[in-house]
Each structure stands twice: as structure tokens, then as C-alpha cells.
């Protein structure tokens, strides 16, 4: 298999790079290469990419090995830098890798440029290794250092003393951590160089001999110890280093073993109890009373008191039949029942109803059931939704069935009555274009929708696109006796757009005013040009909207009105609404 490597040539031949690339084939190599002969082409390719090294020939129109070598050292990079010329003076090649080159070679002996890649690219791994192994040390140390200040047991590091026969007498201070001052009460600068027995009496070498057994067998030792002087109780460990090194660890067991009950408790509260979820979760007393509730439950229920269950109602989500209090889910896991997830409605006392989801669990402390929790997911958003699909999946199967019966319709007509074939095929494809309109403006808001949709923009007339459109629809605007009156700007008005999107955009606009305009009425459309916007205005004397309606204009499946004569898929104008907020423009509507 070729061994892939990223190549950047500064050489100004391609024909030169092709035989060089071609060496670099023919040697198990699979070269990936940019090829630039100018200082700002190589800064950019530097910064751009990663490489692992550079072939420069010696001499280029603009550019040269040796300003090529600076870029490199410029840019801080540890890249083999080859230089492959066939103008280059032998002095000239050596005083440039007495600067940094690590090697020339003459086009005229490529044969030579395969080994010496092996040989550059290994010598950099062997650096990069090199450099990362030294990192971690550092890295290392500087852990080290970090744990030995900031743990907190007390850590001492000791020699032992031996007396003139050599008999252990005695331990003494070398190092210390913070933690171990703060236990023992005792500054470093006291401790530092001194023995144990100089520093807290001749009670210390009590434990002489359990140091001595750690050191001379290499096995660590443990055991507790009180501390008389804090009036404290520790775990004191010995581990051994190389003889006559030890050292000692106070684990200060005091506060632990006050606190375990109270942080018992505590853990089984905080491992339930999150208060950045953000759906409500309750403590209860097994009898039902609230005990702690998150931040979430009084955003929810508002100001929650011991008793504001009793003032609630649960009801079935079907049927809306009130569930019995002792089959609530806090007074299920009461029982020691684990409650999944439950659908009902919850009646506030403030006379909202929510329909959630509740779940429920028992909370034991050393076996002991001292509370219930219970937490609660508000799904109305998911009802919504789900009422919403089913609202668009009615409209969309009536918007695509209306013109498929049309054309249906007319085609069996057309079959019988030859002479309404011109009709029938105007209507037929009348409804044919609708249906493909509809069709397009769903893909393109699920394009939109999911961020898919890429714009193809170049500089146009906004104003040329909109007369384009109008030439499509006046046709349709007369059939209807619907007036369009034309107002051009004053000046050109071009912009850096999607030509097919924004066609699209203003199309859908004066579709939605002829579909709303009736016979007799007009549509006015001007265009002007202020400060640095260009903008398209489509007037209609339609029947208006509701204020209301006004604010869900744009906004894709929104709920339909009652009237029959305006629902709809409601997705032309939020088309619209999307595609020119990623132009970069508004849209506005007023009534």
C-alpha cells in the first residue's frame, strides 16, 4: 500500500513537479501536494494545511529556495526542507543547510530523492518524538507538583537516620505539602531538615519500627493513629522508595467519620435532585407531604407549598376520569413502587391543565424509605405538535386532492367532448402547475427547515426578476379581472442573489394577493431603492387580515382560520419569509 505524504513544492515548473511527484510514485509514496512559487502562496499554504515536508528548487522568477527556507522558519515548523534544483551551486546548496536545509539534491539524480525523503521524514518523527516525550515530562512534573500541593492528605517525604553502628534512630523531614502543615499545625520551614522525634516528641518513634519494616521489605504499611497535640485522628500510610527514602500520607479520618451519616443523606437528596433539570421534580414524605422541590416545579406550579398536592387533580389523558389520590404516582412509590413514565392531566388549582408525563421512585436511606420523588414532563408542546400534523395532513391531502380531482375530472370530460380539448388541457395544466408548486415549496421549507439549502449568488436586477414574474401571472390576473398596476423605480436596483429563489419569493407574494384579490380589485407593484436596500412593495386591495392571522402570516403549518376560504398549507409566505432572511433581507406585512 502507498504510504500517503503531504508534499509542499515551491517550484515554478509544473513539468519539473510532475517528474518529482512522479519519483515520489515510483518509490511507494501517494503524494499529496500544492504546488506555489510565491512568499504569500507559501504563508498561505502553510497555514492552511499541515505538511510533512518541503521540496524548493534553488531559483524561481519571484521566488527563492532561501526565501522559501525563512517562510518556513517564519512559520515555526519542524519541516524537513529539501531543495531539489538544477542551477544550484554546490557551495550554495551546503551554506543553506548550514541555515536550516536538511539536504539538496540535484534534478539531474532524482534517483537520490526517495531515500532522502525516507531518511528527513523518519529523522522528524524521531524529533516530534522526541519533543513530545520531553512535554510529557514537563507535563509530568508539572502534575506532580499540581497533586502534591492541592491533595488533600498531608504528604512528607523522609529519610531514615541510622546512628554511628548504623541502626535506624530516627526519620527526617524533606518535603512536605500544604495539607500536612495545615494538619499538623507546623510551618514548613520548622519541619524541613529536621527529625521527627526533634519535632513532636520522643512518642514518635513508637512507629520506628513499622518505618523500618516498610523501608527494608518494600511493602507498604497503613494504620490509624490519633494526633494529640490537634486532638485529631488520621490514616496514616508508609510507602517506600528507594532505601533509605519513605514516604509518609495523613488521611485526616476526623471530619469523615462525623460527616458520613449527614453526607449519606445528602448524596441520596443531591443523586435525585437536580435543580438545573428543566422539568419539575418533587420530594415527598411517604404520607404524601412536600418536602423539597426544584427550581423547575415553582417555574411550573408556581409557589409550591407542603400541602399544594392535596389542592391538585389528576385525571386520565383519554377520558379525563379523575385518578383516585392513592393511585397517584407519589403515593405509589410510597409503596415501594417504581412508577414509569405515566400520561394523565394535571389540574393546577389556578385552573391551567397540563397534560404530562409522571414518573416516580421511592428514595431509601440505609434501607429505610424516608421519601418519594417524583418528577413531571409538560407535553403539551408534544400534543401540539401531534395535533398540528394531523391538521396538516388533512389540509395537504385536500390542497393535492382539489386540483388531481380538476384534472381527473377534466380529462374524462376532454375523452367524451372533443371540442373542450384546448380547455381541458389549459385547465389540466393549470392545476398541474399548482400541484408542482405546492410540491416545490414543501421541498424547499424541508430545505430550508434542515439548513440544506444552498443559494447560487450572483449580481442581478432585483427589479428585471420582478418584472419576469409579472409576465408569468399576468396572464392569470386578467382571467381573474384582477388589475396589475406596474410601478418601476427610478433607478436600478442590484443585488448579490439566488435568481431562482428570489423569483420564487416574489412569485409566492403575488400569488398569495391574486389568491386573495377579487374581481374588480388591483395589485400594485413598485419598486424603490433607500440608502443601501433595494426593495420590492406588492399591494393588493384583497380583503385584509386579521390582526391576529397578521402575526402567524409567515410562520410554516401555522393553525389554519376557520374560514374556508384562506386554509391552506400556509407555507408560500414563510417560504418567502426564510428565503430572504438568508439573503441577508426582511419581509414584512401590514393590513
Not at 515510483?26 to 510565491?38: D, M, N
Not at 492552511?48 to 515548523?77: C, I, N, T
Not at 504499611?221 to 514516604?247: K, N, W
Not at 391538521?391 to 373542450?420: C, D, K, M, Y
Request: net charge negative; aromatic share 8%; with cysteine.
Amino acid at each position: 500500500m502507498a504510504v500517503p505524504v503531504r508534499v509542499l513544492v515551491v517550484e515554478d515548473s509544473e513539468d519539473d513537479t510532475l517528474l518529482i511527484l512522479r519519483e515520489l510514485r515510483e518509490a511507494g509514496y501517494a503524494p499529496e501536494f500544492t504546488r506555489v512559487e510565491t512568499a504569500e502562496a507559501m504563508r498561505a499554504a502553510l497555514a492552511d494545511h499541515r505538511w510533512d515536508l518541503v521540496l524548493a528548487d534553488y531559483r524561481l522568477p519571484h521566488f527563492s529556495g532561501s526565501a522559501a527556507l525563512e517562510v518556513v522558519k517564519q512559520s515555526d515548523r519542524d519541516l524537513p526542507f529539501i531543495i531539489v534544483s538544477g542551477t544550484v551551486r554546490e557551495e550554495d546548496a551546503i551554506a543553506m543547510m548550514r541555515h536550516g536545509a536538511h539536504d539538496f539534491i540535484f534534478k539531474g539524480a532524482l534517483a537520490r530523492l526517495a531515500p532522502t525523503v525516507e531518511r528527513e521524514l523518519r529523522e522528524a518523527r524521531m524529533r516530534q518524538e522526541r519533543r513530545q516525550a520531553l512535554e510529557q515530562m514537563r507535563e509530568s512534573e508539572e502534575r506532580y507538583r499540581s497533586i502534591f500541593e492541592h491533595m488533600t492528605e498531608g504528604f512528607a517525604l523522609h529519610t531514615l537516620v541510622y546512628d554511628e553502628q548504623g541502626n535506624p534512630v530516627d526519620w527526617r523531614f524533606h518535603e512536605v505539602n500544604p495539607a500536612f502543615e495545615q494538619f499538623t499545625g507546623i510551618p514548613r520551614d520548622k519541619l524541613i531538615g529536621r527529625c521527627a522525634s526533634e519535632i513532636f516528641g520522643d512518642w514518635v518513634l513508637d512507629y520506628l519500627p513499622a518505618v523500618v519494616k516498610a523501608v527494608s521489605t518494600g511493602l507498604p504499611a497503613q494504620f490509624e493513629t490519633d494526633y494529640p497535640a490537634q486532638q485529631r485522628y488520621a490514616l496514616v500510610s508508609i510507602v517506600p522508595l528507594a532505601t533509605p527514602e519513605f514516604v509518609i500520607i495523613f488521611a485526616d479520618i476526623t471530619e469523615r467519620k462525623r460527616a458520613e451519616e449527614a453526607l449519606e443523606t445528602e448524596r441520596a437528596f443531591l443523586s435525585s435532585a437536580i435543580e438545573l433539570l428543566p422539568f419539575p421534580i418533587v420530594f415527598n414524605t411517604p404520607s404524601g407531604e412536600i418536602i423539597r422541590a426544584n427550581r423547575a416545579s415553582h417555574n411550573f406550579f408556581g409557589e409550591v407549598d407542603p400541602t399544594a398536592w392535596w389542592n391538585a387533580e389528576l385525571v386520565t389523558a383519554d377520558t379525563h376520569v379523575p385518578i383516585p389520590q392513592e393511585q397517584w404516582p407519589m403515593h405509589r412509590a410510597a409503596r415501594g413502587e417504581v412508577v414509569p413514565a405515566t400520561e394523565g392531566v394535571l389540574r393546577l388549582p389556578d385552573g391551567r391543565e397540563a397534560p404530562v408525563l409522571s414518573f416516580a421512585s421511592p428514595v431509601y436511606v440505609n434501607g429505610e424509605l424516608v421519601a418519594t420523588v417524583v418528577a413531571f414532563q409538560d407535553i403539551s408542546a408534544l400534543k401540539e405538535a401531534d395535533r398540528a400534523k394531523n391538521q396538516f395532513l388533512a389540509v395537504l391531502s385536500h390542497e393535492l386532492r382539489t386540483p388531481l380531482t380538476n384534472i381527473l375530472g377534466w380529462a374524462r370530460e376532454a375523452q367524451s367532448i372533443p371540442e373542450i380539448v384546448p380547455q381541458a388541457l389549459e385547465i389540466i395544466r393549470r392545476n398541474a402547475e399548482s400541484q408542482r408548486l405546492m410540491l416545490e415549496n414543501l421541498l424547499e421549507v424541508s430545505r430550508l427547515m434542515h439548513g440544506k439549502l444552498e443559494l447560487q449568488q450572483e449580481s442581478i436586477d432585483l427589479w428585471q426578476l420582478t418584472e419576469e414574474v409579472l409576465s408569468d401571472i399576468a396572464s392569470r390576473a386578467q382571467e381573474q379581472g384582477i388589475a396589475l398596476k406596474v410601478l418601476p423605480p427610478t433607478q436600478p436596483l442590484p443585488v448579490f442573489a439566488d435568481r431562482k429563489r428570489i423569483m420564487t419569493a416574489i412569485s409566492n407574494i403575488l400569488d398569495n394577493a391574486l389568491k386573495f384579490t377579487d374581481a374588480g380589485g388591483v395589485i400594485t407593484v413598485d419598486g424603490a431603492r433607500t440608502d443601501d436596500e433595494a426593495m420590492i412593495t406588492v399591494r393588493d386591495t384583497g380583503r385584509g387580515i386579521a390582526q391576529d392571522e397578521l402575526n402567524a402570516l409567515f410562520t410554516p403549518f401555522a393553525p389554519s382560520p376557520d374560514d374556508e376560504a384562506v386554509r391552506g398549507l400556509r407555507i408560500g409566505l414563510a417560504t418567502v419569509k426564510a428565503i430572504v432572511e438568508l439573503h441577508g433581507g426582511r419581509v414584512t406585512a401590514v393590513s
